[in-house]
T-cell receptor, first 115, second 113 residues
Framework: AQSVTQLGSHVSVSEGALVLLRCNYSSSVPPYLFWYVQYPNQGLQLLLKYTTGATLVKGINGFEAEFKKSETSFHLTKPSAHMSDAAEYFC?????????????FGQGTTLQVKP | SAVISQKPSRDICQRGTSLTIQCQVD?????MFWYRQQPGQSLTLIAT?????????ESGFVIDKFPISRPNLTFSTLTVSNMSPEDSSIYLC??????????FGPGTRLTVL
């Protein structure tokens, strides 16, 4: 069965500092991996996804993530945090092609950005 | 991409009643999903709703409690039946627009008294 673990339920950074949100996955087959962001009182917005090919994936709002198979990781980074980045971030893994398309979510990480 | 809307956006309901949540997609999609997000928690998949077939429920969720309809390729409903305070959650629908890329609605915030 697939699973996702997000290390750190709460991360606090200063504005302009590096953002690093950690995600490790478990999957018996090559996974599809996703990062979603949820702003207060809103639904989820897709930041980026990895399916196949290049392991460094760039997303919206300056975020990127690198798929590292040897480490079973898909950490999310942004070089310089902005106040507007404060939100809840979810890492997710999905079934491989030809299966159900279900998303399995991690527990989420709350990002706080201090001025 | 896709634009997904949900109705109602929030509701406060009495114990023992039922609430039907509507989800509308601005394009035709094959797969739609319903999730529950309990306060301060992550998302848990309730069921997958495919047009023309019965919904597929995840472990711990049953059709009698969460009946789902999927009458066409742009619309689905989720009913939360015989509600109790433990059903207080955010309920989100999503649609798979391209393979494994799901777009989410804004959610329905349900409080059961």
């Amino acid at each position: 069965a697939q699973s996702v673990t997000q290390l750190g339920s709460h991360v606090s950074v200063s504005e302009g500092a590096l953002v690093l949100l950690r995600c490790n996955y478990s999957s018996s087959v090559p996974p599809y991996l996703f990062w979603y962001v949820q702003y207060p009182n809103q639904g989820l917005q897709l930041l980026l996804k990895y399916t196949t090919g290049a392991t460094l994936v760039k997303g919206i709002n300056g975020f990127e993530a690198e798929f590292k198979k040897s480490e079973t990781s898909f950490h999310l980074t942004k070089p310089s945090a902005h106040m507007s980045d404060a939100a809840e971030y979810f890492c997710a893994v999905s079934d491989p092609p030809g299966n159900t398309g279900k998303l399995i979510f991690g527990q989420g990480t709350t990002l706080q950005v201090k001025p | 991409s896709a634009v997904i809307s949900q109705k109602p956006s929030r509701d406060i309901c009495q114990r023992g009643t039922s609430l039907t949540i509507q989800c509308q997609v601005d394009s035709q999609v094959t797969m739609m999903f319903w999730y529950r997000q309990q306060p301060g928690q992550s998302l848990t998949l309730i069921a997958t709703a495919n047009q023309g077939s019965e919904a597929t429920y995840e472990s711990g969720f049953v059709i009698d409690k969460f009946p789902i309809s999927r009458p066409n390729l742009t619309f689905s409903t989720l009913t939360v039946s015989n509600m109790s305070p433990e059903d207080s959650s955010i309920y989100l629908c999503s649609a798979e627009v391209s393979y494994n890329e799901q777009f989410f609605g804004p959610g329905t915030r349900l409080t059961v008294l």
